[in-house]
C-alpha cells in the first residue's frame, strides 16, 4: 500500500510540475508582434518548411507532447533560432534537441529522486529543461560567433580590395573563399551563401540567411550596406573600408576594457588563494611557539 501511495504522489507531483512549467513558461513568454516586413531580417523567413510540421497528423503520445511543447510553451522557434546559429550540424535537428532537453528532465528527476526518495522535490528537476541550451548549446554558439568573428574585418579589406579591381562583390567572396588555406567558420558560411545564390536564392536573401546564421550585428551591419548600396548605388568600396577600420577601432576598445577589468578580476583569486598561503608561511612559526609555551624572546 506504501508502494502504491508512493507512485501515486510521484505520477502527481510530476504532472503538477509539468503544469506549473508550462503556467509560468506562458505567462512570462513575450507577446507575438506583428512585424512589418520593412523591418523584417529575411524575406525567405517561415516560407521553409519546419521539422516540427511533420508532427501535426501523428497519433503518437509522445508526438503530442513534443507539439504540445512547441505550441504552448513557446519552444519550436527558439530550437530552430539555436539549430540554425549553431550551423545546422548535420547529426541533429530542432527536434532532437527538444528530445535531449526532455531526457535532461527525465535524468535530473532519476538523480533527485533516487537518493531522496521524495516526489515533491521533483519540482527541481525541470531545471534540467534549461541545461542543454545553458550549459551546451550557448557555448557552442559562442564559440562559433567567435571563430566567424576573428577574421572578419580581414575578410572586409580583402573584399573592398577586389571589388576596387573591377570584381562584383559575389565574385569577390567566391575568390576569396577559393584561395583561403584554411576554410574557418566564416569562409564556410559564405561558401554555402554562395552555393544558395547558385541554386536559386536572390543576392539579398542569401545575404539575409547568412546573418541569420551567424546572429552577429557586424554581420547585420555587412550585409545592410551591401544592400544598401545595390539599391542607392553609391560606391561599396569606400564602405567596407570605413566599416572595416570601425571593427577594428572598436575590437581595440574591446581589447583595452577587458585589460583594464583583469587587475580587478585578479582580487578575487589573490584573496582566496594568494593571501592565505602568505598569512600562514609568515604566521606559522608564531603559532607553533605559542602553543609551545611562549615566545622566543
Not at 39 to 50: L, N, R, V, Y
Not at 58 to 66: A, T
Not at 181 to 208: C, F, H, W
Not at 261 to 279: E, G
Amino acid at each position: 500500500m506504501d508502494k502504491i501511495t508512493g507512485f501515486f504522489l510521484l505520477i502527481v507531483s510530476a504532472l503538477g510540475s509539468f503544469a506549473v512549467f508550462a503556467a509560468v513558461q506562458r505567462f512570462f513568454s513575450p507577446r507575438d508582434n506583428e512585424r512589418s516586413p520593412m523591418s523584417d531580417i529575411s524575406d525567405m523567413e517561415g516560407k521553409e518548411t519546419s521539422v516540427f510540421n511533420k508532427l501535426e497528423d501523428s497519433k503518437n503520445f509522445w508526438d503530442k507532447v513534443d507539439l504540445f511543447m512547441v505550441r504552448n510553451m513557446k519552444q519550436g522557434k527558439k530550437l530552430e533560432e539555436n539549430y540554425v546559429l549553431l550551423g545546422s550540424p548535420p547529426n541533429t535537428d530542432p527536434l532532437k534537441m527538444l528530445h535531449i532537453k526532455q531526457l535532461s528532465v527525465m535524468a535530473l528527476a532519476a538523480l533527485i529522486f533516487l537518493p531522496t526518495q521524495s516526489p515533491f522535490l521533483l519540482v527541481f528537476s525541470l531545471l534540467g529543461f534549461f541545461m542543454p541550451e545553458a550549459g551546451y548549446y550557448s557555448r557552442k554558439i559562442r564559440a562559433r560567433q567567435e571563430d566567424i568573428i576573428r577574421n572578419f574585418p580581414t575578410f572586409v579589406d580583402l573584399s573592398a580590395l577586389m571589388i576596387e579591381s573591377g570584381l562584383d562583390y559575389m565574385t569577390a567572396f567566391t575568390r576569396i573563399v577559393q584561395i583561403a588555406p584554411v576554410k574557418t567558420g566564416l569562409e564556410l558560411e559564405m561558401e554555402r551563401t554562395i552555393n544558395e545564390v547558385q541554386l536559386g536564392y536572390s543576392r539579398r536573401d542569401a545575404l539575409r540567411r547568412l546573418s541569420l546564421r551567424t546572429g552577429l550585428q557586424e554581420v547585420r551591419s555587412f550585409v545592410g550596406l551591401i544592400i544598401q548600396s545595390d539599391e542607392l548605388g553609391t560606391s561599396l568600396v569606400e564602405l567596407l573600408r570605413n566599416y572595416s577600420a570601425d571593427m577594428r577601432f572598436r575590437r581595440l576598445n574591446r581589447a583595452e576594457k577587458l585589460a583594464a577589468q583583469a587587475s580587478t578580476k585578479m582580487l578575487i583569486p589573490l584573496f582566496i588563494f594568494i593571501f592565505p598561503t602568505v598569512f600562514i608561511l609568515m604566521l606559522a612559526p608564531m603559532i607553533s611557539d605559542l602553543m609551545r609555551g611562549g615566545m622566543p624572546f
